[in-house]
């Protein structure tokens, strides 16, 4: 069974800064990569950014480049989501979330398959 937990959501003011966890177990993919989306209230999910398991490439969307850094550690088995320079806007349910690649690259607007119960960030101005 697949499993991610997430943690290190929290309250914070705008410019400030947090780390996000998430520890993955249950599952047995040659090909996936691992990271983070987010869905804030009235709007639809978007993809942040995915780290690819095989060869650490990476995605972000446009608003976080620059100031949100993915990274894992594979004996771990957990991967984070530094995120710099906060603003209101990223308020959000940050999940975890594992999207199974077949030779691509990963892709943030793609299809997720697996996902966490999801941990709060909210960004005050």
């Known amino acids: 069974e697949v499993q991610l937990v997430e943690s290190g959501g929290d309250l914070v003011q705008g410019g400030g800064s947090l780390r996000l966890s998430c520890a993955a177990s249950g599952f047995f993919f040659d090909d996936y990569a691992i990271g983070w989306f987010r869905r804030a209230p009235g709007k639809e999910r978007e993809g942040v950014s995915l780290i690819s398991s095989n060869d650490d490439s990476t995605c972000y969307t446009d608003s976080v480049k620059g100031r949100f850094t993915i990274s894992s550690d594979n004996a771990k088995n957990t991967v984070y989501l530094q995120m710099n320079n906060l603003k209101p806007e990223d308020t959000a349910v940050y999940y975890c979330?594992?999207?199974?690649?077949?030779?691509?690259?990963?892709?943030?607007?793609?299809?997720?398959?697996?996902w966490g119960q999801g941990t709060q960030v909210t960004v005050s101005s």
């Open positions: 979330a594992v999207q199974v690649l077949w030779g691509t690259d990963p892709d943030c607007r793609g299809d997720y398959d697996y």
